[in-house]
């Protein structure tokens, strides 16, 4: 793949985790368990988007 078609697949994929992970927030109910489910949700976003772009970057590199 090009260069510009990798960054935009990288785009659409980090945008389509931050809509399912602020979907998945909202169906906690307030109170403590939305604060760890916060955490959580913000967590795994974070190592998925690393492994994203180390993949990427990967493929890139040869």
Sequence with gaps: MCGMETL???VIRLSVMAVTAGAAELLVPDGSLRGCVSAAVGLSFVAAA???IIRIF????G
């Design 50 to 52: 690393v492994t994203e």
């Design 8 to 10: 935009g697949l990288l």
């Design 58 to 61: 990967g493929m890139l590199g």
